[in-house]
């Protein structure tokens, strides 16, 4: 069979500009592939690479003539996804179209629409594997919760059941041949930079694990994996981590450290295979603090910076989140990174009931920081999950789906909407300035300091107009009032 494997555009200029500093492989795509049989032809279409990405679009769809279409989405993406599944349908009448990915786990029901026959939900290989095998020979899938028919077929039941990852060992080594590596990059940041240290190196996607064993509850990842942390073999990651062609590895897992055990085989089989990579990775405030050996170790195959979600600057706000840490347990972990050598990117929450004395506290807190790299979220609740459902009569713009990048406020903000995004915008900015490659003034290829620039100037840009994605009617709508519609 002939399979095109799409990943759409994104359209919101919030994640076109964060796309200016990263820009990451569609992995997803790579596992997908590799779960089949080697005979079919697959190929991979990312739409985020092309300016003229339905006329793109087209010209593959003529020329590949594929037997089967899949996309992937997020849920900003869904709108896109499905106009394109509609493109699908009306030039290739016979061609079968399968979604995946984060957007139709959360809510499936959104794509059952009649551009699109099959929705997988979950991790997606054993059930892409059991549909490619059936269209193989003629024949309909069976459906189950992983699995599920669109139209007249759809399973609301299994749809409101969530699928459960699988035995991390049955996962295939994702093929990483589909796409040009050189395509995806990501600014990289580390603690002691060096002179003319490459700001946006090539780097590969590599998951080792899923899941995450907490239950942080403005986190989607508890129900995608029913509490647990899995992680895959580590002879079998390593041999997947010594595949990959880039020096520079950032990592796709929701907790790399949280099982110690796995930590320390990782580091070990890495070391004895002699793969020499640079990472990033993602862990908790209280795993650094629990395991600062398994840090070192990391250190010393080259863990170079590290994603920390620090959410909120009080206690209070860490509480009512259930995060299971405190604000000095994020300080005492960046210490912890920073004495290591290893960077910390500092993940913060506002909320759309944020006003002026909130942002100005999450600003002075941010620029009394020792250096970090810093990022910003809206509170969101996530699709699928029941805080979703009691924020939902309180939305701005119906089922918003197309504003869910965790930047756009999906409730009324206490801030007009126009200042709300100043404020943002002010704080994203701010605290560009307390990044460790900033801070260590080191000098940087001229080339690089332009793109930097241009990639802020962009950033900047969105968030200040942030509040152009709403209706207009909501643009200078007070506070705490909502449109009526
Ligand atoms: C790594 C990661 C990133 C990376 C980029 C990943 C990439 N490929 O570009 C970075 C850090 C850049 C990132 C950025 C963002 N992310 Co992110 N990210 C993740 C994370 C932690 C893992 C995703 C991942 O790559 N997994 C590894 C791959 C292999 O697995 P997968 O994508 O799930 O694919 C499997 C299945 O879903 C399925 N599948 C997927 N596609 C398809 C297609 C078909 C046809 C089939 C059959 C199956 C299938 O099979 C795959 C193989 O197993 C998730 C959390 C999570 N646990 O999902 C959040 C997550 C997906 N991100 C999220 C968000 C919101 C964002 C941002 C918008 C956030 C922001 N404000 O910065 C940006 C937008 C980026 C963009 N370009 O759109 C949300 C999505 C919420 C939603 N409802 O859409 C999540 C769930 C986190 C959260 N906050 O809740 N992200």
Redesign the pocket.
């Known amino acids: 069979m002939r399979i095109l ?1 799409v990943k759409p555009p ?1 359209h919101l200029k ?2 076109l500009g ?2 200016r500093f ?7 795509f790579g ?2 592939a590799a779960a089949i049989p080697a005979d079919h032809e697959v190929g991979v279409l990312d739409l ?1 690479l092309y300016r003229f990405a339905d006329y793109v679009f087209q010209r593959e769809l003529a020329r590949f003539r594929p037997d089967l279409v ?3 989405a ?4 869904s709108g896109t996804m499905k106009r394109l599944a509609a493109i699908v349908r009306r030039l290739l009448p016979k061609t079968r179209i ?9 809510a499936p029901a959104d794509c059952n629409i009649p551009a699109i026959d099959y929705i ?1 939900r ?4 054993a ?2 594997a059991a549909l490619v095998a059936a269209l193989n020979r003629g024949e309909e899938p069976e459906g189950d919760a992983s699995l599920l028919f669109a139209g007249e077929r759809f399973d609301q039941e299994a749809a409101e059941t969530w699928p459960r990852y699988p035995d991390p060992a049955t ?1 295939p080594i994702p093929r990483r041949d589909l796409w040009d590596s050189r395509h995806y990059y990501c600014v990289w940041v580390c603690e002691n930079p060096r002179n003319w240290q490459v700001l946006f190196p090539r780097v590969a ?1 590599a ?1 080792t694990s ?1 899941g995450c064993k907490m239950t942080c509850s403005f ?3 508890p129900f ?1 994996s029913g509490k647990t942390h899995q992680p895959r073999l580590a002879d079998v990651v390593a041999e997947d981590l010594a595949r990959i062609e880039a020096d520079h590895v950032y990592f ?3 907790e790399n450290f949280i099982d110690e055990q796995f930590g320390f085989e990782l580091a070990e089989a890495l070391a004895k295979r002699g793969v020499k990579k640079r990472y990033f990775a ?1 862990a908790r405030a209280t795993t650094i603090l629990h395991y600062p050996e398994l840090m070192h170790r990391w250190k010393g195959i080259v863990l170079d910076g590290v994603f920390v979600g620090f959410e909120f600057v009080t206690n209070q706000e860490l509480k009512a989140v259930h995060k299971g840490g405190t604000v000095s347990h994020n300080e005492r972990a960046h210490d912890t990174l920073r004495r290591l050598g290893i960077a910390c990117h500092a993940a913060f929450m506002v909320r759309p009931e944020y006003g002026h004395t909130e942002f100005q506290r999450l600003r002075d807190y941010v620029n009394a920081m020792p250096p970090a790299q810093c ?1 910003f ?1 809206v509170c969101t609740p ?2 699928g999950t029941p805080d979703y459902v009691a924020a939902r009569p309180a939305f701005w713009c119906g089922d918003a789906y197309d504003l ?4 756009h406020p999906l409730t009324p903000t206490t801030l007009p909407l126009r200042e709300f995004s100043a404020a943002f915008a002010r704080q994203v900015r701010e605290a560009a300035w307390r990044n460790p490659l900033r801070v260590e003034r080191h000098p940087i290829r001229p080339w690089e300091l332009a793109r930097v620039i241009a990639a802020e100037r962009r950033y900047d840009r969105a968030f200040q107009q942030l509040y152009r994605d709403y209706p207009r009617e909501l643009w200078d709508w007070p506070g705490d009032s909502r449109l009526s519609a």
């Open positions: 494997l994104p919030t994640v964060l796309q990263q820009r990451l492989e569609p992995l997803e596992y997908l985020r899949g996309f992937t997020y849920s900003h993406e399968v979604v995946g990915g984060h957007h139709a786990t959360v997988v979950g991790e997606g290989c059930p892409f996962i996607m998951r899923y986190c989607i990842v995608l796709a897992d929701d993602w990022s979220t996530s699709p869910h990048d965790c930047m």
